[in-house]
């Protein structure tokens, strides 16, 4: 069993910055790849990255490629994502996943825990 955590969440302003993390307990992260989803009210849950279980291997949504920035503590147990340039469009719920496998993927339904996600809006 995996427990996700999430925080750093807030409201900014369009064109800041904030920096999302989720700290992992209960098994051995750097086997688990990790994800960060969001979901936009009345919208269905969209991937926005996903970093391998070394931290070799990442994937960006096209929404957020060049803004966002996956990365991974493994002695921390902690996975970030640091969010530049922010638009009204990144306002969401963001969640933290994990995978039972060291190899990243897209869908939600590749990946078996959550964390009970953060608020991120942008205000402009």
């Known amino acids: 069993q995996v427990q996700l955590v999430e925080s750093g969440g807030g409201l900014v302003q369009v064109g800041d910055s904030l920096r999302l993390s989720c700290t992992a307990s209960?098994?051995?992260?750097?086997?688990?790849?990790m994800g960060w989803f969001r979901q936009a009210p009345g919208k269905e849950r969209e991937f926005a990255t996903a970093?391998?279980?070394?931290?070799?291997?990442?994937y960006y949504a096209d929404s957020v490629k060049g803004r966002f920035t996956i990365s991974r503590d493994n002695a921390k147990n902690t996975v970030y994502l640091q969010m530049n340039s922010l638009k009204p469009e990144d306002t969401a719920v963001y969640y933290c996943?994990?995978?039972?496998?060291?190899?990243?993927?897209?869908?939600?339904?590749?990946?078996?825990?959550w964390g009970q996600g953060t608020q991120v809006t942008v205000s402009s």
């Open positions: 996943a994990a995978r039972d496998s060291r190899w990243p993927r897209h869908e939600p339904s590749d990946y078996a825990y």
């Open positions: 209960g098994r051995t992260f750097n086997t688990a790849a």
């Open positions: 970093i391998s279980g070394g931290g070799s291997t990442t």
